[in-house]
């Protein structure tokens, strides 16, 4: 795996070219991962790495740091701060999203590569929603797409084991008769993506001491705000309804291991042409 830095990077200005060695990333062949939190992006590019040589993009997080978020503040007349949690990440992103249609899909379109740092097929992990995906579609005419999808569920238990410092967010768990099941209840919109059924089995989690009862109500709450900004079940449908098959491929990684996942990526990747 070649892995891109800031420095094989050029942001563009508006209306500016980009200037050589520098080819702005909507004129190459793209590689893009779409997925929520938890679907196992990270994981299956671990295993791809083993099986295909491809350059990586900045991921999404760091785009977001680098691009949408720091941009906001110095449009606020804020110099660039770190920003942990999740949710106030939502809502920086929610911002950008308001000004720039895309969201993340406009700040990529945004940005230009070395020429000769490119080993191999190019990568980006990764998108999210319907929005993202539609000005994709539109900007990047070579890309293909890679959605990678798995139930809630699922994503949140990788969440509650994988012990990412980066899951973080702020969130009330009070109970008014001490029990953990209504403390996780009493999260904003929990029931409206999570069974009650579901959200005892994570209480029971907490009080066999799996995980503490902060952190799952965090992973609990980046859940909730991740569906309400991206509906990713609209944006796997626009892909495979919009683009013809040797430009989407769809895996559920909850039924195989991310091995599998990155064997079928490779695969496929393979036996399509750019």
Do not use: C
């Amino acid at each position: 795996m070649n892995l891109l830095t800031w420095d094989d990077i050029l942001t563009l200005e508006a209306d500016r070219p980009a200037a050589e060695p520098f080819v702005p990333l909507v004129d190459l062949p793209l590689v893009v991962l779409v997925g929520l939190t938890g679907v196992g992006k990270s994981t299956t590019l671990e295993h791809l790495a083993e099986l295909v040589a491809f350059s990586l993009l900045p991921n999404r997080r760091a785009l977001t740091d680098h691009i949408i978020i720091a941009g906001l503040q110095k449009a606020d007349g804020h110099t660039p701060f770190p920003v942990k949690d999740r949710l106030e990440r939502f809502s920086y992103t929610a911002r950008y999203r308001a000004r720039h249609p895309g969201g993340m899909a406009h700040a990529l379109s945004r940005i230009a590569v070395h020429r000769h740092r490119l080993t191999g097929p190019l990568v980006f992990d990764g998108l999210r929603g319907l929005d993202e995906v539609q000005a994709a579609a539109r900007l990047f005419r070579q890309a293909r797409f890679v959605v990678l999808d798995a139930p809630d569920i699922v994503r949140l238990t990788r969440l509650l084991h994988r012990g990412d410092s980066f899951d973080q967010a702020q969130t009330r768990t009070a109970s008014p008769d001490g029990s953990l099941t209504a403390a996780l209840l009493n999260i904003p919109h929990v029931t409206e993506v999570f069974s009650p059924a579901q959200v005892e089995q994570v209480a029971r989690l907490v009080q066999t001491g799996a995980v503490d009862l902060q952190t799952a109500a965090s992973r609990l709450a980046i859940i909730i705000e991740e569906r309400k900004n991206y509906d990713s079940t609209a944006a796997r449908g626009f892909l495979t309804d919009a683009l013809p098959p040797h430009r989407v491929l769809v895996i559920d990684t909850a039924g195989h291991p991310a091995s599998a996942v990155a064997r079928q990526i490779a695969d496929w990747l393979y036996n399509s042409e750019f």
